[in-house]
DNA sequence: TCCATAAATCGAAATATCTCGATATCAATG
DNA sequence: CATTGATATCGAGATATTTCGATTTATGGA
């Protein structure tokens, strides 16, 4: 938990977007044929929603990655990305330690 | 709450460090005479231990204060600044309720 | 009123972040 | 093995943040 870099990751409101997106699959267009019992969302999907571009968005989910936010899972040639529910528990309560007084 | 300026302000160690230093009046130097009884620290008793210049964290503090962080009271040529634990409780909710599933 | 001290504000240089288009990589398929 | 489609990486321009020293403002005291 390197609380530095998680918290420059959240320090933007389409990565923070992003991540809530991410609560739902539903938010999201159905899975193509074959992706329907994977977990998670590729790239071209999150992208499509922000409206950024591949690269800014393929960037992005490789902060929120190396961050510990979201798990990254490859099948074929897309990339699925899901919320890490443990880390972002394990982040929320680093934040707690670290603000509130004993 | 503007989580916005929050997570931007809470974006440098330094920042952070200082809100930490402020859980706890010991880590500063004693109380001038004539200041025993008022809450909070000066900028110049902040200033020295983070080592930075004094408008930089007259800055800092002035960032923290908009953030809702701290509480600035002014006595005299002073400016005393003391954590605003209620603020900072109201942040880590909205950190939470953001971040964590329904 | 003049001076000294504390803090705030200003202007600028160095560094970091954001975001893009172009290019590279990697996997599937004819 | 050449092509296509998905994603990752690269290089760069625009913008934002960090941090400083210099200046300004506010206050209290001689």
């Known amino acids: 938990m390197d609380l530095e870099k998680s918290i420059?990751?959240?320090?933007?409101?389409?990565?923070?977007?992003?991540l809530e997106w991410l609560k739902d699959?539903?938010?999201f267009?159905?899975?193509l044929p074959g992706h329907e019992d994977l977990e998670g969302v590729c790239v071209a999907y999150i992208q499509e929603k922000a409206k950024l571009s591949q690269s800014t968005i393929s960037n992005y989910m490789g902060l929120?990655?190396?961050?510990?936010?979201v798990i990254a899972e490859?099948?074929?040639q897309?990339?699925?990305?899901?919320?890490?529910?443990n880390s972002i528990q394990a982040?929320?309560?680093a934040v707690q330690n670290e603000l509130l007084k004993p």
Not at 64 to 69: I, R, S
């Open 78 to 85: 897309w990339t699925f990305y899901r919320r890490d529910e």
């Open 91 to 93: 982040f929320v309560t």
């Open 8 to 18: 420059s990751t959240l320090n933007n409101p389409v990565r923070r977007q992003i």
């Open 74 to 76: 490859r099948h074929g």
């Open 64 to 69: 929120l990655k190396q961050a510990g936010f």
């Open 29 to 31: 267009p159905p899975a």
């Open 25 to 27: 699959r539903s938010n």
